[in-house]
Structure formats: C-alpha cells, structure tokens
C-alpha cells in the first residue's frame, strides 16, 4: 500500500526554522519523484521543491536559498529544511510521490500524505 505520512509542522515566529518530514512507502520511494507542495488561503496547492527526473531540485522562487529538499534514503524519508521563515510560508505542507513514466518522473504526482500545518506569525 502506498502511504505518505508528514510531521515536523508547528508554529513559529517569523526568521525561525522548521524541519517536516515525510516516511513514504517503499515500494514507491524507490521512484526518487517525491517533493513538497503548499496550500495556503486560496485552497490551491502550490508546489514549494521537488526532485524531478535526473535527481534535479526544483525550487518554487519564493523559498529559494531558505528551504532545502533532501532525503534519507535508509529511511525513506523526505524532508524540507525551512529557514528564515516568512508568514508568507504559512500554509499545509502536503508530501507527494508517484513512480516513473518509463525513466522520466511525473509533471503531476497522483499520491499524497495528509500534510503538517506550518503557522508563521510576524
């Protein structure tokens, strides 16, 4: 069964710093196409970074030389390093995974965790 669980949210003061995590399963972990999207106020989600085909990072511009992707592979663990935090930020953070289209990941990955809510107060 495919399962993405996410924790490490909470509520922090602007310029703080947070770490969330996301445990995928296996079986799709392997794919190595995974990232972080971002629903804020307007009830879309927005994707914040995520390792696209070739291992490559992509960076939504707002985050860039704040937030940092990475993974533990021994844990099939996702996580997003947030620094200096903006109440811009604030927001669930949804995980998500999908497995390859022959070698290429997905434009649009089909599954996703619960989310952890990050709060940014100025």
């Known amino acids: 069964e495919v399962k993405l669980v996410e924790s490490g949210g909470g509520s922090v003061q602007a310029g703080g710093s947070l770490n969330i995590s996301c445990v995928i399963s296996g079986s799709i972990y392997t794919s190595g196409c995974m990232g972080w999207w971002r629903q804020g106020p307007s009830e879309e989600r927005d994707v914040v970074a995520r390792f696209m085909t070739g291992d490559r990072i992509h960076y939504t511009d707002s985050v860039k030389g704040r937030f940092t992707i990475f993974r533990d592979n021994a844990k099939n663990t996702l996580y997003l390093q947030m620094n200096n935090l903006k109440p811009e930020d604030t927001g669930m953070y949804y995980c998500?995974?999908?497995?390859?289209?022959?070698?290429?990941?997905?434009?649009?990955?089909?599954?996703w965790g619960r989310g952890t809510q990050v709060t940014v107060s100025s």
């Open positions: 998500a995974a999908d497995r390859r289209i022959r070698t290429s990941c997905p434009q649009r990955f089909n599954y």
